[in-house]
């Protein structure tokens, strides 16, 4: 098969030059070479606009879900999906300050509350060896690996979860993008992803609600290392 001699972004036949990486994508410049690449180990352009920063200091829980009183609590949000495997699983995810509240009822019934976010499946893509030009190496990148930069240009609003890879720890939840049991994650450091204030973030002592099945609730405090889920 032939290789195409226009720039898979404008079209130009101008100055073509082949991807680094494959060697079979042709851009005419080196800025439509990076727009049409991704954040390593996703379905995400790397040019994304970047969300807000969640971890902004200046910024509070929105008032009567502090979580500083039982009487504001966080409102935890259930996540109800399918692994690779198609088992069924349950996630309680803390809210960040930025997460969106879907509330279905009049009198701010915790137990009326919906999930977020839009439902995807597993969006996480095989890391490539280097050079590129070789085949994936079959792992995965942990959500914990990524950099505060990639994780608002994917969106995260601050919500954390509590998975199996690193139990007791709250790790970034973006919808797609937390971990499965079918995956094989790269090695990293974990302490690395502490430092930056992304993993382990201490509401030791803060009030959240837990939603149940059966549409039951619960108000938990929150304790180190880790709640119940």
Known sequence: MSKSNNCVICGSPEDIKYCSACG??????????????????T???????????????????????????RGDPLQGIMCFKR?????????????GKLTPFVNKSVIND??????????LSNQQVEVRMLPRRLPTNGKYRHIATYSLEELCKMGWDGATYQGNTFEGEWVPFVSGYDSDPEHEYEDFDIAVAKREGIVGQNDEGKYMVTPGMGGKSSIVQLKVPRIGR
């Open 83 to 95: 692994e690779k495997s198609g088992k069924p699983k349950a996630r309680l995810i803390k809210p």
């Open 24 to 41: 079979e994508v042709p851009y005419c410049c080196r800025e439509h070479c990076k727009r049409d690449q991704y954040i390593p180990g």
């Open 43 to 69: 379905r995400i352009k790397i040019d994304t606009p970047p969300a807000p920063n969640p971890l902004n200091p200046s910024l509070e829980h929105p008032k009567g879900r502090t979580g500083r009183t």
């Open 110 to 119: 915790p137990n009326e509350t919906e999930f977020p976010y839009e439902q």
